[in-house]
């Protein structure tokens, strides 16, 4: 019997897309080479998820030891915040992640390779190494994994590179800023937000819509909204900044609100208006993939216009979360070898890492409105949940929105403490395609925040028991 020779996998980036991909191919009997141009982990284990929450959860621990702890009688004082050290903390973590990365490359008998790739054609890739050497390499199917990068908003005076920060070098500054204006209240302006103005920046955010975090379920934005301005950030809604004048030291950035402009002057500008994709230097033209705008186009086998070509994560330039990304590099890592599984994003939970945290899964109720969907919501407060109140953290609330008729669960937004755990209960849920019925026959342990969340449904029915 002879051997079959193995299929030859290249994966271009090796953030959370490529990596999963890497393994899930290497798993299924790939020959697979990782060409990456900086390093292991990508966005989210070196500047994205991993070093954003390490910093809230040192803010978390702060907010805790000055307030939370003094509820139950706990004198403790914070004496001064190490920034040195949260920052020392941060990159250990950072690093232990990225080597566990590259440990599992090896155990899974994955090449790596330090190169910037491009097209040659559609088989062929160029690897241009550090040193500036090149070299070509070909490939029986490739998996394009090369993410995002943030995007420069045109307003003039944001080059001052040393005032002017995306979101990399926010996560990275020498000192904490006494003050800070944060173009854009997505999910990343909002969670930066959150942890600066805890570590006693005075923090400005400026959002160009009528609402901060869009994409969320409303009514409980809102609650943020108001929690957040409550612990000192100042948020402007319906803004648009103008123009940056910066010295060496601080910028005074011009606004216009309610048809006037005013001026906010601080240590540091972050602009987090979102991300583009990094897909400019593959020359893909040159292996005939389609991209609209930088983002490539994709079937629901993450595959492109050309045969044996995939492509997942951030540059698909559509939903862009680590986890979405890691789920769609399993999806063509199994179709590159010959499956046809399928990518579906119907319960893919998104998180907003603030205090208190905030998640959802599934259908909004502008969304539900929008799709002219019968519905019923049913609301469950934290204020009387039992763990909450243990926690001493009794704000927020629980969202479940059911279908009318058949009373299928169409969507579950948390805001409270652990939302962004909780919400996974729900992701499982939507996926089952679960009943009211199914989430009121599962015990939930008491005290958990989880019992929220069987409370919010028992609330869509009209029967909650603890309200
Ligand atoms: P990336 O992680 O961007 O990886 C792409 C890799 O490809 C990079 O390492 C890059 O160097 C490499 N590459 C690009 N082009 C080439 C080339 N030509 N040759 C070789 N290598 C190449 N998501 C969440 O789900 N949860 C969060 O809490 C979260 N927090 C975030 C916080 C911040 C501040 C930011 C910026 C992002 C956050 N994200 C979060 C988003 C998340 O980081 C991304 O969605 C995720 O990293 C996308 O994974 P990816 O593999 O598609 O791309």
């Known amino acids: 019997i002879g051997t079959t020779a193995k299929v030859k996998i290249a994966i271009i980036g090796g953030g959370p897309g490529g990596y999963v991909a890497a393994i899930r191919a290497a798993q299924l009997g790939g020959d697979v080479t990782v060409i990456e141009k900086h390093k292991l982990g990508g966005t989210c284990l070196n500047v994205g998820c991993i070093p954003t929450k390490a910093l809230l959860h040192a803010a978390e621990l702060l907010e805790d030891a000055s307030h939370n702890a003094a509820a139950f009688g706990l ?17 250990s973590i950072v690093n232990t992640l990225v080597s566990g990365v590259s440990g599992l490359m090896k155990m899974n008998k994955i090449k790596v390779v330090n190169a910037e790739a491009s097209f040659i054609n559609a088989n062929t890739l160029l690897l241009k190494y550090l040193d500036g050497s090149v070299d070509k390499a070909s490939f029986d199917k490739v998996i394009i994994a090369a993410g995002s990068v943030p ?18 070098a926010a996560l990275s500054l020498s000192q904490i800023p006494s003050s800070l204006l944060i173009i854009g ?36 934005v809102a609650q943020l909204h108001h929690k957040l301005a409550q612990s000192g950030v100042t948020i402007y809604t319906d803004a648009k900044v103008i123009k940056i004048e910066s010295s060496a030291t601080q910028a005074k950035t011009t606004i216009s609100r309610q048809g006037k402009e005013e001026s906010v002057i601080t240590d540091k500008v972050l602009y987090a208006v979102g991300r583009k994709t990094d897909t400019l230097n593959l020359d893909l033209d040159k292996a005939g993939v389609n991209t609209d705008k930088g983002k490539i186009l994709v079937n629901d086998e993450m595959q492109t216009n050309i045969a044996g070509i995939y492509a997942i994560g951030d540059c698909l330039g559509q939903v862009m979360l680590a986890h979405v990304a890691s789920a769609q590099g399993e999806i063509a890592a199994e179709n590159a070898l010959g499956h046809h599984a399928k990518y579906d994003g119907k319960s893919v939970p998104s998180c907003v890492y603030t205090i208190p945290e905030l998640a959802g899964v599934g259908l909004t109720e502008e969304a539900c409105k929008k799709q ?96």
């Open 75 to 91: 004198d403790i004082k914070v004496n001064k915040v190490d920034w040195n050290k949260v920052q020392t903390k941060k990159e």
């Open 151 to 168: 995007s420069l908003p045109p307003i003039p005076g944001i080059e001052n590179k040393s005032i002017c920060i995306d979101s990399s």
């Open 185 to 220: 209240g997505g999910v990343i302006g909002i969670e930066m937000a959150g942890i600066y103005s805890t570590f006693g920046t005075k923090v400005t955010v400026v959002e160009a819509l009528p609402n901060i975090l869009p994409t969320m379920e409303q009514e409980l």
């Open 372 to 467: 002219n969907i019968d519905y019923v919501t049913g609301k469950f407060p934290l204020s009387a949940n039992g763990k909450a109140l243990i926690m001493n953290d009794g704000f927020g609330v629980v969202k479940v929105i059911l279908d009318q008729r058949y009373k299928s669960l169409l969507g579950v937004h948390i805001l409270g403490p652990r939302a962004t755990d909780l919400i996974a209960e729900a992701a499982l849920a939507i996926e089952m395609e679960a009943t009211a019925e199914d989430l009121i026959a599962t015990i939930h342990a008491h005290p958990t925040i989880s019992e929220a969340i069987r409370e919010g449904v028992l609330a869509a029915e009209g029967r909650a028991i603890h309200m």
